[in-house]
T-cell receptor
Framework: AQSVAQPEDQVNVAEGNPLTVKCTYS??????LFWYVQYPNRGLQFLLK??????LVKGSYGFEAEFNKSQTSFHLKKPSALVSDSALYFC?????????????FGRGTSLIVHP | EAGVTQFPSHSVIEKGQTVTLRCDPI?????LYWYRRVMGKEIKFLLH????????ESGMPNNRFLAERTGGTYSTLKVQPAELEDSGVYFC???????????????FGQGTRLTVV
């Protein structure tokens, strides 16, 4: 069975500082990893994904994530946080080939960026 | 291009009543998924359609939930009769067929917030 852990319910960071939202996963085989963001009263928006290739993945709004196979992690990062980045962030994982596209999501991490 | 749309955005019903949620996927997307998030918990998979066929409904909690996808276009999720524990946000998502073995990401609707009182 595949699973995702987002160990922090909430992350607080000052505007302009770097931010990290943590995600670890468990899956059989090579993982497909995703980050989504949910702004208030909006649906989930795709940020970035790792399928294969370079371990550092760049996505929307200046976000990036680093795939670390030995630590089974896929932490979301941004060098300089904006107040407008405040939202709920979800990490998701699914296994490789075969079957349907059914990612497993984490509980979500609320990011609060203070002015 | 229109995104995934869900209706209604909010619904408050009494225990024992029936509610039907609707999802219109992105045009041309064969894959349609329903998910549910209970407050503060993970987003849980409910079921997956490929066109009009149910590919996987292993996440459906019980037989009070019925999903349909008429003609492979929009989908409905009916809860009958609703119970208190059915409260949560119901998300719909759609995606294209996998291309060359590389998965395309899913696009989500804004969700329907269901409150059963």
């Amino acid at each position: 069975a595949q699973s995702v852990a987002q160990p922090e319910d909430q992350v607080n960071v000052a505007e302009g500082n770097p931010l990290t939202v943590k995600c670890t996963y468990s899956v059989s085989g090579n993982p497909y990893l995703f980050w989504y963001v949910q702004y208030p009263n909006r649906g989930l928006q795709f940020l970035l994904k790792y399928i294969t290739g370079d371990n550092l993945v760049k996505g929307s709004y200046g976000f990036e994530a680093e795939f670390n196979k030995s630590q089974t992690s896929f932490h979301l990062k941004k060098p300089s946080a904006l107040v407008s980045d405040s939202a709920l962030y979800f990490c998701a994982v699914r296994g490789p080939s075969g079957g349907s596209y059914i990612p497993t999501f984490g509980r979500g991490t609320s990011l609060i960026v203070h002015p | 291009e229109a995104g995934v749309t869900q209706f209604p955005s909010h619904s408050v019903i009494e225990k024992g009543q029936t509610v039907t949620l609707r999802c219109d996927p992105i045009s041309g997307h064969d894959n349609l998924y329903w998910y549910r998030r209970v407050m503060g918990k993970e987003i849980k998979f409910l079921l997956h359609f490929v066109k009009e066929s149910k590919q996987d409904e292993s996440g459906m909690p019980n037989n009070r939930f019925l999903a349909e996808r008429t003609g492979g276009t929009y989908s409905t999720l009916k809860v009958q009769p609703a119970e208190l524990e059915d409260s949560g946000v119901y998300f719909c998502a759609s995606s294209q067929e996998r291309e060359g073995g590389i998965d395309t990401e899913a696009f989500f609707g804004q969700g329907t917030r269901l409150t059963v009182v």
